[in-house]
């Protein structure tokens, strides 16, 4: 009788990964979140340009399609069992957050038919100041007074872009901020599955879920064009920049606390700003600048505290 008949068969469950704290690990987390928004912008950008082709339910379906497929390969290239790190320990957590973050891509996309790159990265910007204030209840994270007056002068630059009751307060705002509000809920949520899923786990099943969100949207936003060979090859790079971005991102969501990386989401404006006028001449206006001067400022002396706080704890380790 074979051996593995009498032996029960143990199935070993990883232990959870400790959610640091420190300033090494935050400064690192800082840097994959500001290369995420990079390549975030870039897609972006790309999702944007192929909208008035393929339409809202065409960019979530292949973005989704071409997005999960990088990943798998990715993943299964590794070797060995490296195709385990796509399954979900938590797997209800994992599926909240893809359907949650399909929703927030779907307010985007939809702002993006009729408002600018810049312009919607400024309203997404209170996005931060609200992952701040859940990380307390929902992770148990100590907000660090100069973390939060980082997010409130940086939020404070948002209001300067945003200038309420003035033109880019249209219904569509409306829309891409309850997108916002999810978002923040996503990021947290991020943040949380870091210590039980691997980045590739949390990009896959999200990428999934927007393959599944396009198919239903489709018979309501059809494709409105032929898609031609440019398009594909533009769809084909959404899809590689959106697993790409993701994984980076849940990455460094795994090395810093909330509260210290919110504060980044602000570099994705001058990405953005830089790419909707390459791409599509937008000019941003002298309030996007003007806030976006005051957000870069508030990022910036949060590294320095965060740069001064490192050197602290290695002259104290010594």
């Not at 420190?22 to 944007?48: E, F, P």
């Not at 989704?64 to 796509?86: M, P, S």
């Not at 001058?270 to 006028?277: E, K, L, V």
Request: glycine share 10%.
């Amino acid at each position: 009788m074979p051996l593995a008949d009498v032996v029960p068969q143990v199935v070993v469950v990883p232990a959870p990964r400790v959610l640091t704290d420190n300033a090494s690990d935050t400064v690192r987390g800082i840097a994959l979140v500001v290369l995420a928004n990079l390549i975030w912008t870039l897609g972006d950008a790309t999702a944007k340009w192929t909208l008035p082709t393929v339409g809202v339910a065409g960019a979530m379906l292949w973005r989704g399609v071409f997005g999960a497929a990088v990943v798998l390969a990715v993943t299964i290239g590794q070797g060995g069992i490296g195709w385990r790190r796509l399954r979900p320990v938590r797997w209800k957590l994992v599926l909240a957050r893809s359907v949650l973050s399909s929703f927030v891509s779907v307010t985007w996309y939809f702002s993006w038919l009729s408002m600018s790159l810049a312009d919607t990265y400024a309203v997404g910007f209170t996005a931060p100041l609200i992952m701040t204030v859940l990380a307390v209840p929902m992770l148990g994270e100590r907000i660090r007074w100069r973390r939060a007056l980082s997010t409130l002068v940086g939020f404070g630059g948002v209001l300067i872009m945003l200038r309420p009751g003035g033109d880019l307060w249209t219904p569509v705002v409306l829309l891409l901020l309850a997108g916002t509000m999810v978002m923040a809920l996503t990021r947290i949520m991020t943040r949380q599955l870091t210590a039980t899923e691997t980045p590739e786990c949390q990009a896959f099943w999200l990428l999934v879920a927007h393959t599944i969100t396009g198919l239903v949207l489709l018979p309501f936003f059809p494709v409105v064009g032929s898609i031609g060979p440019i398009a594909w090859v533009a769809l084909a790079f959404l899809g590689l920049s959106s697993g790409l971005a993701h994984c980076v991102f849940a990455r460094g969501y795994a090395l810093g606390p909330v509260s210290a990386l919110a504060p980044y989401e602000y570099t994705i404006l001058p990405w953005g700003a830089a790419a909707g006028f390459l791409v599509f001449g937008d000019v941003p206006s002298w309030s996007t600048l003007v806030g976006a001067t005051v957000v870069a400022a508030s990022g910036s002396y949060n590294v320095y505290r965060e740069r001064v706080r490192r050197a602290e704890e290695r002259a104290a380790a010594v």
